[in-house]
């Protein structure tokens, strides 16, 4: 009571105290917490960035001018880790694109030109047909091991290398030339086909399948026996793989203008539980693929030929799990989801396709993880359109037609899309829900 009643006749003193301490603190915090800059509005415009290739560098008015053709896009590298970067695409035809910088609410956008003044550009496995007008020409390649051309007028970009290849049509009486500059590693994104049945390759149709064009999508998928990457055409650029893999890969390149490979590990009929890493059947399944897929990919054949770009998985599953709670569901699905964005798989995101209307529980639970995790994404809901009547689901009422793989596949791919170009703030998220921690 004395030390109170003290206190309270010397007002100052504790004022005085206050103060002090105060000062100290934020003393304390200029010198050991780093500060994000106050303005980002004016930060972004003055953060340092480069590009990974030095042959371009970006101008004043955030351009950059690339060879035409299908070039490789120099990837933008910013100093400041806290700066969202999202690249640019080049679909096929497009002229220009755009990447993305995002710090908080304030955005920056580089802008990509091509510009035939600067040559002509192509990237490995490309076909591009010719465009001249010879009548019965023949065709002739200064370099067939870069770039050679089929009796049709087709050009195939064979090899990589940095020395300029001249092609030729002539008919003995006029002829003609054009000379492509630079041909470069293909940009490939690869994505993880994983789930049930509706992903496994069982039920494909190729003759009704969305056409891939040839020499943009690939497959991996050691059900078929087949331990390399396959192409998704014939090599008359008839579709010899059809399922969901054939229209995903599809929608990704033409929104994107990346080659596809797809690895495809879904396994029919079982249950969420089977995909948790510790001792998943499923799981076991898929990292048996992955394990085979990457000998391939640390070969020097695989490196001097493609650059890999980005990579998620796509999840396709929950028909074996209708009476499952959801919470148990998202238990099981976070297992698979952390070590598939682990170091050993180093997936950017997952993407998950609903799965048809009556399981209504896991998709309650994927619905609760799109919305609760920033690198989930609910990829498409379309399916729950599908039925037998309009010839999306097969006469079991369960598994996807061609038509519905087709359906889905778009979609898929255009989300996907979106989320790579920095789109994903417009996708309708999932319900909300607060998720139990473990």
Known sequence: MENTKKAKKNPFLIIAVIVIIIALAVIAAEVVIPRLPASAATELSKVKLTLDDENYKISKDDTVIIPAGRPRVPQIICENPDVEVYQAFFPDDAQVATATLRYGSEERAITFI???????????????????????AVYESSNPEIAKVSLSGQIIITGVSDEPVTLTATNGVESKEFTITRTVKAPISIYILTGQSNAAYYFADPETSDNTKKGTAYVYDITDGIYSVQSMNNEDGSQARGNIDASIAKSLYDNLGEKVLIVNTGISGNPIETFEPDDGVSYAFTKETWDNLQFI???????????????????????????????????????????????????????????????????DAQERLAQAYDDIWMATRITNTFSSATGELRNDNLHYTQKGDNIAGEDIGHTIAMVYQGFGYMLPEGEEDILIEE
């Open 114 to 136: 091509k510009d035939e003044s600067l040559g002509l550009e192509f990237q490995y496995d490309d076909r591009i047909q010719w465009a001249g007008d010879i009548p019965n």
């Open 297 to 363: 990919l640390d070969t020097d054949w695989w490196k001097d030929r493609f650059e890999e770009t980005v990579r998620s998985y796509i999840w396709i599953q929950g028909e074996s799990d209708d009476w499952a709670l959801p919470e148990r569901y998202m238990y099981s699905y976070m297992k698979f989801h952390e070590i598939m964005r682990s170091p050993k798989y180093g997936c950017d995101y997952g993407f998950i396709s609903q799965i048809v209307p009556r399981f209504f529980r896991p998709n």
